[in-house]
């Protein structure tokens, strides 16, 4: 009995430290698997790095560009486009105009009653129309169609407000946010359709020609007397309140820029100068690159795997599209090799973009002591069910660094655009204001994102110049812009200007 004792008091001991070598083994594991954790958040931060002497360099990486886009077509990486609009609103725009806006799945009609600087937008009432989807992969006579019937049918519910002139045509500014090749304020080529349209007859086609045949078919007599994109409807937007405005810049889904230039610094523009002078230049700038961009091996990933690689460099780690993304990409690769969501990958962390931008702009947002937003998206995201505080630590330092460096370049490419018109320096003697019209969801509603990209602006102009530069939020361009677009290129504005 006794020798069984020993026997199982040794089996036991044994059974004991090969337990305690266990748990030691497994700790020396988990703290070098944190170790891995901080490592890979190290390297993130690094590659990711955007000190002001690189925020610079961007900046008149940006301006060259530029320069180059408007010499010649095909002279760089942006497109720089013709906008074929020379005047903007000033404010004393009168009348009613219609804003038809076309950029995804629904469309919007609208109509604007404008009454001078003294009443500015008196009234505006718009539909929104959902797209069938089989008319998106259809033919064109039949889209065009359903949109000249939508819009028939919205004409026909002017109220006594509305009152059209005598002799009067009505007057539309069109909003198409697909790729053209604009020929003239009130014409473009469609190059090709995105965002899930794909109908082949009309590529090649002027878009205003296809618009104006079915408004014929419905018999709807109306003059399509502006062709513009949602950056170029914002910056009209924002001129229309504020005479100081020089650029707009929209941070959303995706980003761009519009600005106005001296028409005399557009030398591939072939035609008469303008009377203003000036015209405004739609940059196309999410197709910006250089070799002065922080890109990371995510950013690498991200492209490759794209339908477009090599192209919209810019936009995939600035824009709303690509944040949240660009996340997920990091927590992966920290799950699958410092074991960071335990000892298996969360499956739905493998899915891409299943981690948006709004959630993470939720998570960065949170301060409650224990991070519980980061712990509950987490959970109803990537079905985690716990987190430890440290984790949720990590995830709110990922956002940061994603968010800052795409808000810190935003910056450099605004202050880009203020170098090339000649408003990053005060003037002796001027006290001229520049204005930057901003619209889009991310610019809009994360917050720490739109908070870093103003405070970076800042710090590029230094405090005399920043004192003459100002940011505004300036809401729907895409809809009321055009109308306004209409307005001031209306083919009665003589008629107006003389009685």
């Known amino acids: 009995m006794g020798k069984v004792a020993v026997g199982a008091t040794v089996v036991c001991a044994a059974a004991v430290c090969a337990a305690a070598v266990y748990i030691v083994r497994r700790r020396m594991q988990s703290s070098g698997k944190w170790g891995r954790v901080i490592e890979i958040l190290r390297v993130m931060e690094e ?19 530029m320069h180059a886009g408007l010499a010649s077509e095909g002279g760089s990486k942006l497109k720089m486009l013709i906008s074929y609009v020379d005047n903007l609103p000033s404010g004393d725009e009168h009348g009613f105009f219609y804003a038809l806006d076309l950029g995804g799945t629904n469309f919007r009609v609208m109509r604007v ?16 129309v959902s797209i069938p989807p089989h008319l998106m992969t259809g033919g064109s006579d039949e889209l065009f169609s359903f949109i ?22 009505r007057e539309l500014g069109f909003t198409f946010s697909f790729p053209v090749w604009q020929t003239s304020l009130s014409s473009g080529t469609l190059i090709k359709w995105t965002k899930g349209f794909s109908i082949e007859d009309t590529v090649g086609q002027d878009v205003v020609g296809e618009l104006i ?8 007599d109306m003059n399509v007397t502006a062709l513009v994109n949602d950056t170029v409807g914002t910056l009209a937007g924002g001129r229309y309140y504020n005479p100081d405005v020089v650029a707009a810049v929209i941070l959303g889904t995706g980003t761009n820029a519009a600005y106005v230039e001296r028409a005399h610094a557009i030398p591939k523009w072939q035609g008469l100068l303008p009377k203003s002078g000036e015209m405004v230049i739609n940059m196309e700038w999410g197709n910006f690159r250089s ?8 950013d690498h990933s991200l492209d490759f795997d794209s339908l477009n690689p090599g192209e919209q460099i810019l936009e995939k780690i600035i824009s709303g599209m690509y944040l949240g993304e660009i996340l997920r990409r990091v927590l992966l690769k920290m799950a699958e090799e410092a074991a960071f969501f335990g000892d298996s990958v969360p499956p739905k962390l493998r899915i891409p973009f299943i981690i948006r931008t709004p959630n993470m702009s939720a998570m960065h947002s949170d301060t409650s002591p224990d991070l519980k937003v980061v712990g509950s998206k987490l959970k109803d995201i990537l079905e985690v069910p716990t987190t430890s505080l440290k984790m949720r630590k990590v995830v709110i330092s990922l956002c940061n660094i994603i968010a800052s460096r795409g808000a810190r370049l935003s910056a450099a490419g605004i202050y880009g655009i203020l170098k090339k018109i000649g408003r990053d320096t005060p003037k002796d003697g001027e006290t001229q204001k520049s204005v930057i019209a901003m619209d889009g969801g991310l610019f809009e509603h994360y917050t720490q994102f739109s908070e870093c990209m103003e405070s970076s ?8 110049a920043s004192e003459s530069v100002e940011v505004i939020h300036s809401n729907d361009g895409s809809g009321v812009g055009a109308a306004l677009l209409a307005a001031s290129h209306s083919q009665y504005l003589e008629d107006s200007e003389t009685s």
Do not use: N
């Open 47 to 65: 590659d990711c790095a955007t000190p002001i002497g690189k925020l610079r360099q961007v900046a008149d990486a940006m301006t060259v560009e």
């Open 113 to 128: 009653l404008l009454g001078g600087k003294q009443d500015r937008v008196v009234k505006q009432e718009f539909e929104e």
């Open 148 to 169: 000249a019937e939508a819009l028939a049918k919205f004409v026909a519910t002017e109220g006594e407000d509305f009152h059209l002139p005598a002799g009067r045509q």
């Open 213 to 220: 045949k079915a408004m014929e078919r419905v018999g709807l």
């Open 291 to 298: 070799s002065h961009l922080p890109l990371t091996e995510y």
């Open 457 to 464: 602006l800042k710090e590029l102009l230094g405090d005399e």
